[in-house]
């Protein structure tokens, strides 16, 4: 599943990334797509300290590709 959230800084990206998160079924992994650096540096340790596993985390230029699973 894909989440789109180019275009919306930190903290309200994690924000509608954790609800999204928690629309998901448990094993369910969940790409972010962003291009806030806040967010990339943020979301990761969010996801973690809410007790989801951080698969990946890829930069591409000025975006960043984050691969939560629940």
Not at 37 to 52: S, T
Request: glycine content about 6%; some cysteine.
């Amino acid at each position: 599943m894909e989440l789109d959230l180019r275009g919306i800084r930190c903290p309200l990206s994690w924000a509608k990334a954790k609800v999204h998160l928690e629309l998901q079924p448990a094993g369910a992994e969940v790409e972010l797509l962003l291009d806030d650096p806040k967010g990339a540096r943020d979301i990761p340790r969010a996801a973690e300290a809410e007790g989801y596993a951080v698969v990946d985390v890829e930069q591409r230029f000025s975006e960043w590709r984050i691969v939560i699973h629940k």
